[in-house]
């Protein structure tokens, strides 16, 4: 080997030495991962004993976590861990599947269960329906927290029966298993919305509080309408994502 070959060797071998921003940052992050959501961390005074590190550096890698959403900070009060939100992809999931994949444990209260005229706008969604469809108003939970509440249109055709069944569970399972009408594409829209004291009451938070609203109308495999579903979701939990790529000319 030549003496150029063990210069370039030593190169690549070469580390990059952490900065102490950077061990502060990581450092945060690892305390984050193991509190509770909104649990107060430690002053500034005890993590910058703690860390070895100045205020001033301290204070940098904390601002770095709130920029990407980990933390907040309550003015008189502290610094908290911030709730995670849950991002809804741009797949055709359901709430029992959402909250599996991240662990959480679905459950739901059935608020309202009724048939009604039909909706202009589940006429104008669907096309070629009857007068009167079936109405499942839910509250859906995870691990125990509202998550969400579910204003679900079904038509009567599809499922005759359906206010003998348990709504409690999965109403996609419930319509594929019990009427093979599974829902197998759909429609999806999202509107920000706030909150209004009925929902901000249901969702225990406050009134005028920011909300996602999912507008989705379901199709079977056959192109048929199944189902006309408002879903509204607490915007500081749940978060849209979508994968693009650029359309061929």
Request: charged residues 25%; aromatic residues 6%; proline residues 6%.
């Amino acid at each position: 080997m030549d003496a150029d070959e063990e210069t370039g060797g030593a190169a690549e071998m070469s580390i990059v030495k952490e900065t102490k921003k950077q061990a502060t940052t990581r450092a945060l992050k690892q305390l984050v991962s193991e509190l509770k959501p909104h649990s107060k961390i430690p002053s500034e005074r005890e993590l910058s004993e703690d860390l070895g590190v100045s205020r001033m550096t301290l204070r940098e890698a904390i601002g770095d976590l709130q920029d990407d959403g980990l933390l907040y900070s309550i003015p008189g009060s502290g610094t908290f861990v911030r709730e995670q939100r849950i991002p809804k992809r741009a797949h055709l999931t359901s709430f029992t599947q959402d909250m599996e994949q991240r662990g959480l444990v679905p459950s739901t209260v059935v608020l309202q269960a009724e048939v009604v005229p039909t909706p202009q706008a589940v006429k104008d969604a669907w096309g070629d329906v009857g007068e009167r469809v079936f109405r499942i108003y839910r509250l859906r939970l995870g691990s125990g927290q509202p998550m969400c509440i579910e204003e679900a249109f079904i038509d009567i055709s599809v499922a005759p029966d359906l206010l003998a069944h348990d709504l409690t569970q999965s109403l996609y399972a419930l319509l594929r298993d019990n009427y093979g009408r599974g829902v197998d594409k759909a429609t999806h829209s999202v509107a920000a919305v706030p909150l209004s004291p009925a929902l901000a009451e249901l969702l225990d938070d406050e009134v005028g509080s920011p909300a996602l609203e999912f507008t989705q109308v379901g199709f079977d495999s056959g192109g048929r309408p199944v189902e006309y579903c408002i879903s509204t979701k607490k915007a500081d939990i749940f978060s849209v994502f979508y994968e693009v790529q650029v359309k061929p000319e």
